[in-house]
């Protein structure tokens, strides 16, 4: 198979996507594995008056917005149809930083070398349930596989070897979207992704939320009396750790990186004393056993998935929507109160509060005036609340929020996910 590349210039580096084998001399679906080292392709604001009413809803964007980890923008915006001033709530910004696709002037850069876009690469995103290009962090038959097949029907799934490289693939146009998980009503939120989230330029155009059934697997003919070590995901072992004692397994529990790859190192390796912990999707992939099944403690297990892609979508108000916003603020935890009640004021349910340090500044001293060594740790706010940026009562909350952070920015206005839920199967 051919491999894939961001380019074809001769100096551009060139992961190669090439097929695997199993243990069972079977192909595997392609897999990114390498984490690219390239410079991150900025472009100018806006793609003309046809987002310009969007933009201008939206103007809470504006200054704030800072990109890739909070570095402050070194050029300005150029002026033009979608780079007007627009005024939310009486608060007057600048041109939204919403890192759109302009047409007429777009390239994508690769050592500095500007190589221009396909009409292809310019023509509508995939509509959801074609056939679509969507990168997952795991190998075949992970949670995060069917995540994608839930979010994007008969897509392409592409899995990747770590949620960098997801985030990277869609940048670099090897996939359309990404599918990511970003919390578990178990084992918590996945604060690698909430800062990822941060870190890159992409937007979440959706989410979905998928039941997980964990199963213990082990090759053929391996009973559990044999087995003296479980490997799976660490949040897939704390999820599974009562259970694994009822059954009377007295084995040593190791983390991996993911659950289905946890069944295919069993597999490739032949490994006759260890178990897996994955779905039994990865089962039927790999060819091992399903020793017990359900083993999860809990059959309330969710895990939330977000969908990313490089251009926001237009936020609506004809279904239930859900906004995702980061913030921070000089003084720390001090306003956190008067933020939240911008929200509880108008009535806004918030559904998602998480801190993660703030990397760029960690560590705020005490005033000079004091005396000691006390110090505050400073702190990057997630919220997720529940309504679209096309609503009134949105702006002006973002738009009081503005006032109290020194950083703010929005990661996105899309869809909730109002499918049934029903406790996964075998329970």
């Not at 997801?166 to 996939?175: G, N």
Request: with cysteine; net charge neutral.
């Amino acid at each position: 198979m051919q491999a894939i590349t961001p380019s074809s210039s001769p100096n551009t580096l060139k992961p190669l996507i090439q097929p695997k084998r199993s243990a069972f001399g079977r192909f595997k679906p392609n897999r990114i594995s390498c984490a690219y080292r390239s410079e991150s392709v900025s472009f100018p604001n806006g793609i003309g008056s046809s987002r310009a009413d969007w933009q201008s809803s939206c103007a809470i964007l504006a200054s704030k917005v800072i990109s890739q980890g909070q570095e402050q923008p070194t050029e300005k915006p150029s002026s033009g149809g979608a780079d007007h001033v627009a005024s939310v709530n009486g608060h007057k910004a600048a041109s939204m930083d919403l890192n759109l696709v302009p047409i007429d002037k777009v390239s994508a850069v690769t050592n500095n070398k500007p190589v221009p876009l396909t009409i292809t690469d310019l023509s509508p995103a995939p509509m959801h349930g074609s056939q679509v290009r969507v990168a997952y962090q795991g190998v075949p038959g992970a949670y995060s596989e069917a995540a994608a097949g839930k979010a994007y029907p008969n897509c392409e799934a592409i899995p990747c070897d770590q949620f960098e490289v997801a985030f990277q693939a869609v940048e670099l146009w090897l996939a359309d979207r990404a599918v990511l998980p970003v919390e578990n009503s178990l084992g918590g939120s996945i604060h690698r992704n909430y800062d990822l989230l941060l870190r890159h330029r992409l937007h979440i155009v959706g989410e979905v939320q998928l039941p997980v059934h964990h199963c213990l697997l082990a090759l053929p003919g391996v009973r559990k009396e044999y087995l003296t070590r479980v490997i799976s995901h660490p949040q897939a072992l704390a999820q599974c750790e009562l259970t694994l004692t009822k059954l009377g397994l007295n084995v040593a529990r190791e983390a991996v990186d993911d659950t289905a790859g946890a069944a295919e190192f069993v597999a490739a390796n032949n490994l006759r004393d260890t178990a897996a912990i994955a779905s039994a999707r990865a089962a039927d992939l790999y060819g091992l056993n399903i020793l017990a099944d359900g083993i999860h403690d809990d059959s309330s297990n969710v895990t939330r998935f977000v969908m990313l892609a490089r251009e926001p979508i237009i936020p609506r108000t004809d279904r239930p929507f859900k906004t995702s916003i980061v913030f921070a603020h000089e003084k720390g935890t001090s306003v956190l109160f008067k933020v939240l009640s911008a929200f509880a004021f108008r009535n806004i349910s918030l559904t998602k509060i998480e801190s993660r340090p703030h990397r760029n500044h960690p560590i705020r001293l005490v005033d000079d005036a004091n005396v000691g060594t006390a110090k505050h740790f400073e702190y990057m706010f997630y919220v997720d609340f529940e309504a679209s940026m096309a609503e009134v009562r949105a702006q002006n909350a973002l738009a009081e929020v503005q006032e109290f952070t020194s950083f703010l920015r929005v990661l996105g206005s899309y869809p909730m996910d109002m499918t049934p839920w029903c406790p996964s199967r075998g329970d």
